[in-house]
Each structure stands twice: as structure tokens, then as C-alpha cells.
């Protein structure tokens, strides 16, 4: 699978950019990405539907406290410790 055309548009960007510092610094006689435009309609290339985070207090661990582990803290004790 290709890249996407988001990440193909930060290529190019920089790839401008450095073109661009070429021509500016006199290490080039011309900015040959000068014309290029960005790449149409990224927002409709989505390769990878998101979602939104969950609001607190409505996950699989809701009711859970985050520093008790299932089994018990006595587990989580050094053997030779009391």
C-alpha cells in the first residue's frame, strides 16, 4: 500500500523547502519545485478511521482503580520485607 496523500504533502513541503534554500544560497540556479503544488483532497484519503477517546468514567476499567492490580497488592510485596 502507498503512502497517503497527507504524508506524501509533508514530502513535499520539505522537499521545497530545501529547494528552495538551495536557490536562495546561490547552490542552485533554479528552484526546480518551484511550480509544484500540494496533492488535492487530503482529507478524503483517510487510510486509517479514528475515534474518539471514551469521556472518563465510561471505559472497560471504570470502576477499576488504576494502582490495584487484579490479584491483590500483596503481590506486588518483597518476600523478605513484612
Given at each position: 500500500?502507498?503512502?497517503?496523500?497527507?504524508?506524501?504533502?509533508?514530502?513535499?513541503?520539505?522537499?521545497?523547502?530545501?529547494?528552495?534554500?538551495?536557490?536562495?544560497?546561490?547552490?542552485?540556479?533554479?528552484?526546480p519545485?518551484?511550480?509544484?503544488?500540494?496533492?488535492?483532497?487530503?482529507?478524503?484519503?483517510?487510510?486509517?478511521?479514528?475515534?474518539?477517546?471514551a469521556?472518563?468514567?465510561?471505559?472497560?476499567?471504570?470502576?477499576?482503580?488504576?494502582?490495584?492490580?487484579?490479584?491483590?497488592?500483596?503481590?506486588?510485596?518483597?518476600?523478605?520485607?513484612?
Amino acid at each position: 500500500m502507498g503512502k497517503s496523500i497527507q504524508t506524501a504533502n509533508y514530502y513535499l513541503t520539505a522537499l521545497k523547502g530545501f529547494t528552495r534554500w538551495l536557490w536562495k544560497d546561490r547552490r542552485s540556479a533554479a528552484d526546480p519545485l518551484a511550480g509544484m503544488s500540494k496533492l488535492a483532497n487530503a482529507a478524503a484519503d483517510v487510510r486509517h478511521a479514528r475515534r474518539d477517546f471514551a469521556p472518563r468514567g465510561t471505559g472497560p476499567a471504570a470502576g477499576r482503580r488504576p494502582d490495584k492490580r487484579p490479584d491483590g497488592p500483596e503481590s506486588r510485596r518483597h518476600p523478605l520485607r513484612r
